[in-house]
């Protein structure tokens, strides 16, 4: 299918390890989002990339957490020196419409467990 | 105080019913309102977009934006077992500006 991809679907990990999350947007979609969501909760913002504007990092909720778009097309999250609190599932969502973002298309989500 | 807020639920009706989901956001600047439903294990799915205030429909479906007392429902009609999910609120400012998500209702539809 064309629809967003995420890798891995499931990650578990010990505390203090690095992990790497993946997204693979629809093809020829501008803007990309990570979204985290935690058992029960809604779904928190971390990262916003749209086109080549410099990305809109003010949801990382610390240093641990980066994300980079390589050649506008798949992105990685990447959380250092994981904790047990940055256990959730993960988000990646893509929108058309030329990079507007009233209709975003997510990917499944990859679930992270922190023992 | 968050930018939107949403009741949380669980919310349980019997099949038929008619539900009405509720969100309020606090800035006027808001101008695109969305709502997304989750499938458990599942990522969000759009279900209903509108531009400022007013109505739209689609099939059961009904969106309402009161941009005056910045309130947005959902409405179903006809309420169906497969309806059962989480419904998100989304708002936004500028086409091209990030969304920000209310914490969902959880809506079970009772058989």
């Known amino acids: 299918g064309a629809g967003v991809s995420q890798s891995p679907s499931n990650k578990v990990t010990e505390k203090g390890k690095d992990v790497e999350l993946r997204c693979d947007p629809i093809s020829g979609h501008t803007a990309l989002y990570w979204y985290r969501q935690s058992l029960g909760q809604g779904l928190e913002f971390l990262i916003y990339?749209?086109?080549?504007?410099?990305?809109?990092k003010s949801g990382l909720p610390s240093d641990r957490f980066s994300a980079e778009r390589t050649g506008g097309s798949v992105s990685t999250l990447t959380i250092q020196r994981t904790q047990q609190e940055d256990s959730a599932v993960y988000l990646c969502a893509s929108s058309s419409q030329g990079g507007r973002s009233e209709k975003l298309f997510f990917g499944s989500g990859t679930q992270l467990s922190v023992l | 105080q968050k930018e939107v807020e949403q009741d949380p639920g669980p919310l349980s009706v019997p099949e038929g019913a008619i539900v009405s989901l509720n969100c309020t956001y606090s800035?006027?600047?808001?101008?695109?309102f969305m709502w997304y439903r989750q499938y458990s294990r599942k990522g969000p799915e759009l279900l209903m977009y509108?531009?400022?205030?007013g109505n739209k429909e689609d099939g059961r479906f009904t969106a309402q934006v009161d941009k005056s007392s910045k309130y947005i429902s959902l409405f179903i009609r006809d309420s169906q077992p497969s309806d059962s999910a989480t419904y998100l609120c989304?708002?936004?400012?500028?086409?091209?500006?990030?969304?920000?998500f209310g914490p969902g209702t959880s809506l079970s539809v009772i058989p």
């Open positions: 990339f749209q086109g080549n504007s410099a990305p809109d």
């Open positions: 509108t531009y400022s205030s």
């Open positions: 800035n006027s600047a808001f101008q695109y």
């Open positions: 989304a708002i936004l400012k500028t086409s091209y500006d990030k969304v920000i």
